[in-house]
């Protein structure tokens, strides 16, 4: 019976070693939801990204939750960022059973029972502003720290706000740092305060 790998070309190893990628890239979590995990010593395809879980003080990509192949697939597979080889077009691990059930990964518990989550999570700032909520988020491949996250209000897209500016993830939002004013407003603001009035002042009466 043909593997799955075989079907998808995956067993050519021309194929397989585009997915290969030592470089630093920046990826947009959604573009790596379905990505084919791939077992470096065998052609096994193991399963496709289907969530992240995120640091929430650290701001760090801890691993990845794992779909099985099938129709009727509902384990819920957890692959560890440590466990990763390369992560690229497909994403390589040392072995097949680096991917097993979320609860044997004793590391991560905590932050498995920790209600702070970062995707889907409320954004507001210093200033108690509602931002809307993060809708996805970018990370580097090789240090898979977060760099950005993207925040959405109803069907709108807001800025892209840079991890730099978290200053807090809490049950109930991400808090993040009020944008600063741009320094031509900042200027403005400034003459405006130090111009005298157009025409004097006339008493009353005259």
Same mark, same amino acid.
């Given at each position: 019976?043909?593997?799955?790998?075989?079907?998808?070309?995956?067993?050519?190893?021309?194929?397989?070693?585009?997915?290969?990628?030592?470089?630093?890239?920046?990826?947009?979590?959604?573009?790596?939801?379905?990505?084919?995990?791939?077992?470096?010593?065998?052609?096994?395809?193991?399963?496709?990204?289907?969530?992240?879980?995120?640091?929430?003080? =650290?701001?760090?990509?801890?691993?990845?939750?794992?779909?099985?192949?099938?129709?009727?697939?509902?384990?819920?597979?957890?692959?560890?960022?440590?466990?990763?080889?390369?992560?690229?077009?497909?994403?390589?691990?040392?072995?097949?059973?680096?991917?097993?059930?979320?609860?044997?990964?004793?590391?991560?518990?905590?932050?498995?029972?920790?209600?702070?989550?970062?995707?889907?999570?409320?954004?507001?700032?210093?200033?108690?502003?509602?931002?809307?909520?993060?809708?996805?988020?970018?990370?580097?491949?090789?240090?898979?720290?977060?760099?950005?996250?993207?925040?959405?209000?109803?069907?709108?897209?807001?800025?892209?706000?840079?991890?730099?500016?978290?200053?807090?993830?809490?049950?109930?939002?991400?808090?993040? =740092?009020?944008?600063?004013?741009?320094?031509?407003?900042?200027?403005?603001?400034?003459?405006?305060?130090?111009?005298?009035?157009?025409?004097?002042?006339?008493?009353?009466?005259?």
């Amino acid at each position: 019976m043909e593997s799955a790998a075989a079907k998808a070309g995956w067993e050519d190893p021309e194929k397989r070693c585009i997915g290969y990628n030592d470089t630093t890239m920046h990826l947009r979590f959604s573009t790596c939801i379905g990505l084919p995990i791939l077992a470096e010593d065998s052609d096994e395809l193991i399963g496709t990204i289907a969530g992240i879980l995120i640091h929430p003080d =650290r701001s760090t990509v801890e691993g990845f939750f794992v779909r099985r192949p099938g129709l009727f697939s509902s384990a819920t597979l957890f692959l560890s960022s440590m466990d990763i080889a390369r992560f690229g077009r497909r994403i390589i691990v040392r072995d097949v059973d680096r991917v097993a059930p979320a609860q044997e990964f004793l590391r991560v518990q905590p932050l498995l029972a920790d209600p702070r989550t970062v995707l889907n999570q409320r954004i507001r700032t210093e200033s108690s502003h509602n931002l809307g909520r993060c809708d996805d988020v970018q990370f580097e491949n090789t240090t898979m720290r977060l760099t950005w996250i993207f925040p959405r209000k109803f069907f709108h897209w807001g800025f892209p706000i840079s991890a730099r500016q978290i200053l807090e993830v809490r049950p109930q939002a991400i808090i993040v =740092r009020d944008p600063q004013a741009p320094a031509v407003e900042r200027v403005l603001q400034q003459s405006e305060r130090r111009l005298a009035p157009l025409l004097p002042e006339v008493p009353e009466g005259v």
